[in-house]
């Protein structure tokens, strides 16, 4: 007899996209896609834009007040959404 090799189907495409050099705009795309899930709602609603540029997440936010508020729990953020993606995408969020 032989013994077969068998591999997990998502290893196999993470593997396939990262040797095409598609992996991390995927995972940027998700961790954007997350921000209304981690933010809750109310965050949400005042929500502009949310782009990653150099490994930092710029949110654009329509009240100052709550872009000071959100500005001193970003860490919080940062590792809830990358925890999402289980990578290590973003190391800061900017409030804009």
């Known amino acids: 007899m032989f013994r077969r090799d068998v591999k997990n189907l998502s290893d196999l ?8 050099g598609l992996e991390t705009p995927l995972l940027q795309r998700r961790l954007i896609a997350a921000w209304p899930e981690v933010a ?6 005042y929500t502009t834009q949310v782009v ?3 490994q930092t997440l710029y949110v654009s936010l329509v ?5 000071a508020d959100l500005t001193m729990n970003r860490m919080t953020y940062v590792k809830q959404l990358n925890d999402i993606v289980q990578a290590q ?8």
């Open 13 to 20: 495409i993470m593997r396939n996209l990262r040797t095409q």
């Open 40 to 45: 809750g709602s109310v965050v949400a609603r």
């Open 89 to 96: 995408i973003i190391t800061d969020i900017r409030f804009v």
């Open 52 to 54: 990653i540029r150099n």
């Open 63 to 67: 009240n100052a007040a709550l872009r």
